[in-house]
């Protein structure tokens, strides 16, 4: 599916980048909240410097991918995005940003830096 994918940033091992990256984000312990952080540029490479964007590649992908692998991304990417939920804060100001995203995983405060 990644090869065959037309997204920019959906090619030969995003998927597995993303993933990556999503746990890493997650796996400091400790209950402090986590702030996501802005990639420095928006390249294949840097971009993945933003959790956010990780999870919008982690989207489509499912939207891409056949049922039965789908079902199986999904049910692991839901338990990622629970710990997200728990870790990250609501950004109370969300529907007066510039940008007003669909996405609820940006919707979420964030910092200049990875930082908890």
Do not use: I
Request: charged letters at 35%; one cysteine or more; aromatic letters at 10%.
């Amino acid at each position: 599916m990644e090869k065959l994918s037309g997204d920019y940033y959906v090619y030969p091992g995003a998927t597995d980048r993303a993933l990556r990256r999503y746990r890493s984000f997650l796996e400091p312990p400790g209950r402090k909240p986590r702030y996501p952080q802005n990639s420095q540029c928006c390249c294949r490479g840097c971009s993945f410097d933003d959790v956010r964007h990780a999870r919008d590649v982690l989207a489509d992908v499912l939207q891409q991918l056949p049922a039965r692998a789908r079902g199986e991304l999904r049910r692991h990417v839901a338990r990622l995005d629970d710990t997200y939920r728990a870790r990250t804060l609501p950004d109370p100001f969300a529907d007066r940003r510039p940008w007003r995203s669909d996405r609820w995983w940006r919707r979420r405060l964030a910092a200049g830096r990875d930082s908890g």
